[in-house]
């Protein structure tokens, strides 16, 4: 099911500006900067060994994630677990009894299928689930 976390989000509202102190403090690069279609977020990520810093940025701001960061600010927004077969993990989920924001994945960053569970499930922590489009061995 559960295989590694791939990324922890950071919700700013400007990535370059937001990936600054990662670069200057901590000497790590901001890459593979995308617009997410049908999100209306730009992300960008810091590559930390396996498991990456996903900053995002809304695009638009009468989305959720805009709303987001007017009430609460810039910080952790979400952890993204990566599975093996996301469809069949957020039916398991489901059946479990677990609220969900998406029942069928969608598209996100890097061609992944993600889906989020809601945080009333998940103690207050937003948690994704991701399949990569061309799954690591």
Known sequence: MIKKIDHIAVVV???????????????LNLADVE???????KVGFIAI?????????????????AKYLANRGP???HICLEVD?????LKAFKEKGAL???ETPRKGAHGMKVGFIHPKTSGGVLIELCEPSHPKD
């Open 75 to 77: 910080g952790i927004h």
């Open 13 to 27: 509202p400007n990535l370059e500006e937001g990936a600054k102190f990662y670069k200057e403090f901590l000497g």
């Open 49 to 65: 060994g396996e498991t990456k810093i996903e900053l995002v940025q809304p695009t638009k701001e009468e989305t959720g994630l």
């Open 35 to 41: 617009e997410i279609e049908g999100m209306d977020t």
């Open 85 to 89: 077969d996301i469809e069949a993990d």
């Open 100 to 102: 969900l924001i998406d």
